[in-house]
């Protein structure tokens, strides 16, 4: 479990506010999940629904939505717990993360590039010719940037990430380790039988605040560009295809696939696995559920499941009947003969 | 969009002929998808479908597979619109990704290696003993080719890149970013309750005119050759398992994945995120849907739909039924009182 | 196919024993699956099930689980061909990846990284600030080894693999090319509407004899550990996500995605491309299918087919009953008119 050695009255400090019930100097030692959590412990109660269990754990203090009754240690009141804990997840991070300032030596940085300052860029790094690396980004070793291609200020690139040409982010940008952004999109043209390559030269644009997941690959548009809006978070080995337009706050999780040029409306989710074919539209705030798919546009506010997607509480109905369609099919039988004999 | 700057005679040249209808020494400044090409753009009409929806397009000038009358802007007459625009975005892609010959100092190139004429290897790229790399081939920074393993003549490898040992392919090979070819198979023998690993010694044999998507996985045989033939194209997050025989022209779109020992029949078509089990054949020519998971062979020509995949007109019918699946419940409930009262 | 160039009665050293029928001197030259071995070749028979088919063989020797009364060539008779067949590849697989030993110039290894005996360090590598390698591993070129991370002796890390901070491995571990290990998991507080990021500073805890596949990726805890157990094998672009705990002999095979906080019992087994919605328990022994996705617990033995994940034979009724709705649809119809008309 990670250090934390900050008394409560520092936590406090660190999320911005809140209200004490309990020892200010309370020293927090370490910090973990509320239902392993010790005496020298601090936690969290993500939202009311949780107060109640909450009131017997041993954690030595907690983050809360309000005060608990019966509870033996301290706390810290504030409106929202969880995020108020990733605020003290985000410190021990750095302090984890700390990386040496500067280019390595064998890091591979074009004189045409434009690093920012505070730039960290790893061993191994390649930054190309009229490449853009914001203010107090990190460039872990291996990455790989592209010719022409911005990252924003305070963006991290973990280890092996690839961002090719023509690649434009905007600012704290973080994209995991392997991920691959740029590449050509899968576009043939058919001509005598064969399979003819259409080359993928269009570019991407990606909006401020946005997270790619390890080993994602996001690609390249054909002529114009894939766009991913402010605030999208994309999932581990998702898949984008070329031509897709993502808008803002999209949630597209871990092995998620879009096909080529789908349009995702803000503040859409796709669950784990979730899927299109091409040139669908997923309306905005639409909730495509996990290993989904939509072969059909899927409209604003939708909530849709199964595969083929259809809405989510006639999915169910369906998957509760066919639970029984053995069953059915020998009543169809007895049924018929029933009725043959009358 | 991608800047051209070529007449629109230089364009007909570059594609290797066609007929003007038109100024041939119109500047076509740019390119651009038909629905948002402007009056100094250059667009395309794929085929003869979207004649009617092209004579309104502003585009400066379009090829077309014929002339369009009403069309106010300049047109090229060729038979493949679309392939005639591939060579384009061929050209502009040469353009943008221009890299120094050479070896990089900053590349592990072993003496024993083959390196042909022409040839770029970028930083931190590795090139194992007795490899070979084929004139004018382009492989990207931190690319890894294992020992003894051969690339033909102008082939790309992209960022990150790792072909292991023994693995041998044509002329024109592309690979994406990060993809691996050459890894063991998942093997492994069931002894006193313990998973022993069976060793993947065999090789991989790629024909020529082959690409493989970024992060795709194409794992070596056992101990004979996992096969990929000429002209097959392998989309990103793709995975090809231990011992597959891929034919010729084969389409495997993004995030297939294939199991041990399947044999796919040249020019089959696999749509996104199609699947197979173990030991399956996919016949010559046979389309496997999106999603969809062949758990036996499938004939060759069939087109095939749904999890399992069924002959896709019965899959249609059924999940056309399924939908009223519920319904069909109620129904069933209601006659069988009927019967009961009667 | 592989060489091998050794007599029968090496190979019985090299395996660790058995039976010869014929000529121990006889001369294995390589090794080749059974259909397609010749009068020089070494092959071997999995199971009883296979000696029938075995004695028409053309392959100069055997291993064989009992001798083949037919058949024309020499043989070793051994309790477990295949895994016996396994010390062979090993062998062979030894030869074709022997490595430099030491650490290579152009690998970035820490001053206060501890490297153990005999340990191979490729080109581009980076091992962070004490991290630890134990004895005889070998990491192949530009992989990544962070901050505090332990992997133990004679493992193997192929090239561009990243195994992120606080990552602690047992011995012989083997990762296959550019997985990653430790990417933060997908973690967000809603605030506002907008997506917060809770960063995930957990670690992730590895027994001993666990195989990673190609382009995995195996997410960090939040604040506890992601685990693997002792054994358990994890196949090519598989997911694992934050606060898993995975037990020991699990089978994942590739393609396989695992949701958050998961729990999977020693001995499962989940085959290509399953999954799981998060939070569920996958029981000790339990066998969810191909494809099949598990959105409830899984019982201890259990074996689970389908998408909603059912009890096996269930679902295979299911589908039967599947392929005739259509029928069965027009069958009900047909009933409510003649019991209409009666």
Redesign the interface.
Known sequence: ??RLDLTLDEVRGLVGGGEIVGDPGFLCAG???LE?AGPRDLSFVKDRRYLEAAAGSRAGALLVPEPIDGFAGHQLVVT?P??A??RI??R??EE??RQPAGI?P?A?VHPAAKIGEGVTV???A?VREEAEVGDGSVL???V?LG?RSRIGRRSVL???V?I???VVAGDRL?V???A?IG??G?G??Q?D??????????SIVIGDDV?I???A?I?RA???STTIGR?T?V???A?V?HNCRVGE?V?I???V?L?GSVTVGD?AILA??A?T?DNVTIGEGAVLG??S?A?RDVPPGAVMWG??A?EKT?EI??????????E??R??RR??R??EE?
């Open positions: 479990m990670p910090l973990a999940p392993s929202a969880l995020a804990f990733a997840l985000a021990i991070a984890a993360r390595h064998a591979e790893g061993p191994g390649v872990y070793a291996n790989y010719q973990w280890p092996n690839v090719l040409e023509d973080v995991h380790a392997g691959v590449a050509e899968y043939y043209a001509l039988g064969r399979h003819v390559k259409v080359p993928q030269v269009g997270e997941g390890a080993l690959t690609d054909t002529i114009a605030g978070k999932g581990d080995l898949h295809a706050d949630l999780l871990p092995t696939a096909s503040r784990g696995r899927g074919s996990g290993t798919v072969f595969n083929p259809r006639l109905r369906i998957q509760a009947a066919l639970a029984r369609l053995p059915m099919q009543e169809l049924l018929r029933r009725l009358s």
